[in-house]
Each structure stands twice: as structure tokens, then as C-alpha cells.
């Protein structure tokens, strides 16, 4: 790919994903632009100082756009307030400023596989009726919905656990774990950040245009080996397992689309020292 896509802007520019997203867009060839305020950006990024609730800001950074790749959101936070207003109304100020300036755009929006019902009877798929128990995901199902109805040529890509490039995620997990009481024989749906670049890419294609696609890799993996990787094992149980498709995604969708993770699992990511 060269420069002649023409302008993307990403907002989460430095996050979780985007930190590591941007440099792999930038060595592909892509004119990058991010949203940011007060903050450094990759080399070979051009930021745009600005914020989801700036209008005037939004117009700048929208402008001639080909794609907007939209990462920023809030996760982790007990303030749900500002998790509806980062998640919703931030994605509305941005569906608003793109179809006033760039409605040609492709509009590329991060989700997350935390959408589906707890009690599924099968790993989440994209026709599933959802039913997110947090803020969270619930901010997120109500921000797809304002974009699938935009008019705007949309995607939407739902993650679930993104892991690697020393992004210290992984690490974290135990706490999480716990506070939660999960079963250790419980499957999580895993991602590495060189798969995001991946599935970005195909949608930058036009590969998922108008599409609800969950990405994930080949293999589920078990709360208590994931801990196991970490040095931090998991107490072992017997017990049955209640809700067992939680937090597991069903990524025939994105197969069927030719996606195909190069991290299949996160097995394959110690040995290769991804992680």
C-alpha cells in the first residue's frame, strides 16, 4: 500500500491498540493522522490536537478523510458517566463531523466481544441477540447502533482480549480474574496486537464494509493456562462450569472472509516472543 489511499485519522492514537496499530499503518505506507490532545504520537504520524467533544477540532481532523479508524474509548473505569459520554456521545460528535465533511469515509469502529449475553448457548456470533451486563459493552452496542444507522459507510470490528508487544494486558488479567471469581476452566477469545493491524487492514479494503465482524484467533485458551503464562496460576477446580461460551467468539464470519490470524494462539506468541 502506498500514500495514495489518502488521509486516515485515528482517535485512541495512544492507547492500548493505537500505539501499536499506528506504527504498522505508517510502515505499510499509509498517510496517518491522529487525534490528540497534549500527547506524542508515532513517528510518521501527523497529530491533529483536538478531542471527541471539540466540534471545531472535529471538522479539522475529519476533513478529506478517506477512513476513520476509531479506537478511543473508555474501559476500565467505575465512573460509568464518563464511560457512556466518552463511548456514545464521542462517537456521535464523530459520526456527526464525518457526514458534514468526509461522508465518502469509511467509518471503522472498535467493539469488543464483551457485547454477548453471558448465558449464550454458543460462542458469541455477530446475529446473536445481545445483552451486555456493563457499562462498557453497553456504551459500545449503543455507539454501533448510531453508526450502522449514520448512513456512513460503515464496519465494526468486535475484539476480544488484546494481548502483546509488551503492552502489559496480559499481566493484568490476574487481578481481573479474581475480582471477577471466574472459573478457571473458562475459554477466553484472544487477539494479538499484529492481527488487529490484520483485520484493520482488510477493512480499509472494503472487505467488511457494512459488517459486524468479530476477530479473534484460533484458539480459546483457558483462564487458568493464561494465568499459568504470567506466573500467577489459578487455584484448579472441578466444579461444573457455569455459562461456558462467555467471553468465547465465534470468528467463522471473519474466516469466511479470509482473515486469518498470523498469532494463532498465545502459545505460539511466547515462543515467538510476542508477548
Same mark, same amino acid.
Given at each position: 500500500?502506498?500514500? /495514495? ?222 494465568? /499459568? ?30 482473515? /486469518? ?15
Amino acid at each position: 500500500m502506498d500514500r /495514495q489511499f489518502g488521509k486516515i485519522l485515528v482517535t485512541g492514537a495512544t492507547g492500548l491498540v493505537g500505539s501499536r496499530l499506528l506504527p504498522r499503518l505508517v510502515e505499510a505506507g499509509y498517510d496517518c493522522f491522529a487525534l490528540v490532545r497534549g500527547k506524542e504520537v508515532a513517528s510518521g504520524v501527523t497529530a491533529i490536537d483536538g478531542d471527541l467533544f471539540d466540534p471545531a477540532t472535529l471538522e479539522k481532523a475529519v476533513k478529506d478523510a478517506k477512513a476513520i479508524i476509531h479506537l478511543a474509548a473508555v474501559f476500565r473505569s467505575p465512573d460509568t458517566e464518563l464511560i457512556w459520554k466518552s463511548n456514545l456521545e464521542g462517537t456521535r460528535n464523530l459520526i456527526d463531523a464525518v457526514k458534514r465533511n468526509s461522508p465518502d469515509a469509511r467509518f471503522i469502529f472498535a467493539s469488543t466481544s464483551h457485547v454477548y449475553d453471558i448465558n449464550n448457548p454458543h460462542p458469541g456470533r455477530e446475529d446473536d441477540a445481545l445483552n451486555p451486563q456493563h457499562a462498557y459493552p453497553a456504551s459500545k452496542v449503543a455507539a454501533e447502533k448510531e453508526l450502522r444507522e449514520s448512513g456512513l459507510n460503515w464496519s465494526v470490528l468486535r475484539f476480544p482480549f488484546v494481548y502483546g508487544d509488551g503492552d502489559g494486558h496480559l499481566e493484568e488479567l490476574p487481578k481481573h480474574v479474581v475480582a471477577a471469581k471466574f472459573h478457571p476452566a473458562m475459554r477466553m477469545s484472544t487477539i494479538h496486537h499484529r492481527d488487529i493491524y490484520t483485520a484493520i487492514i482488510m477493512a480499509l479494503q472494503g472487505i467488511m464494509d457494512r459488517r459486524v465482524v468479530n476477530i479473534a484467533d484460533e484458539a480459546p485458551t483457558t483462564l487458568y493456562e493464561l494465568l /499459568q503464562l504470567v506466573g500467577e496460576p489459578m487455584t484448579s477446580s472441578a466444579e461444573p462450569l457455569v455459562n461456558p461460551w462467555y467471553l468465547h467468539a465465534d470468528a467463522s464470519l471473519a474466516r469466511s472472509l479470509g482473515f /486469518q490470524a498470523s498469532v494463532r494462539t498465545v502459545y505460539q506468541a511466547e515462543q515467538e516472543d510476542l508477548l
